[in-house]
């Protein structure tokens, strides 16, 4: 089965709270400690999601993506989180870790480029930890470039550096 994308509802954040704390422990656990990953629960997660969308759901767009019925990834957008008028922010893309390789991923990518270039945007931006060289892999190969930009965050305890990429929404 082929996998379809649409806009989330509010049924859907505990839900993407839980495929969110899958993603995250499969993708980070090659390089951050189980003691890092294993807070937020999948119930917390959930929690911050429905927290998250009641301040933010006029301005971000969060997309799921099904397959056979079942919830495997989501996408969230929304403005520069450096104040440019110009420039939306990829806050995030999650898949369920069996979903890896399988286009799901492209495809809320491609979804979410088409979305800022309609919202006006002319440049996207992200954040991605800079030892996810899975990730990191990934938006590169979609035409995402290291902007030279790093930050510091911790997830759990465990301090993470992150690498800002850009790519212009124009001329595309």
């Known amino acids: 089965m082929t996998v379809t994308l649409r806009p989330a509802v509010a049924d859907d954040l505990v839900p993407?709270?839980?495929l969110h704390q899958r993603s995250r422990v499969a993708a980070y656990s090659s390089f951050l400690?189980?003691?890092?990953?294993?807070?937020?629960?999948p119930e917390a997660m959930g929690a911050?999601?429905?927290e998250r969308w009641t301040w933010?759901?006029?301005e971000h767009l969060m997309?799921?993506?099904e397959r056979d019925g079942r919830l495997v990834g989501f996408s969230y957008l929304g403005p520069d989180d450096a104040g440019d008028p110009a420039t939306g922010l990829l806050n995030a893309i999650h898949l369920d870790p069996t979903e890896?390789?399988?286009g799901t991923g492209r495809a809320l990518m491609v979804d979410a480029l088409d979305t800022?270039?309609?919202r006006g945007w002319r440049r996207g931006v992200l954040w991605v930890l800079e030892r996810n060289l899975a990730a990191r892999h990934f938006y590169e190969c979609g035409g995402w470039q290291?902007?030279?930009e790093r930050r510091e965050e911790r997830i759990g305890r465990a301090p993470t550096a992150q690498l800002r990429y850009a790519r212009q929404l124009t001329g595309c």
């Open 63 to 65: 997309t799921v993506a």
């Open 100 to 102: 890896r390789g399988r």
């Open 116 to 118: 800022m270039r309609t």
């Open 16 to 18: 993407v709270g839980a």
């Open 56 to 58: 933010e759901r006029d």
């Open 146 to 148: 290291a902007t030279g």
């Open 33 to 41: 400690p189980p003691g890092a990953l294993a807070e937020p629960t």
């Open 48 to 50: 911050y999601w429905v």
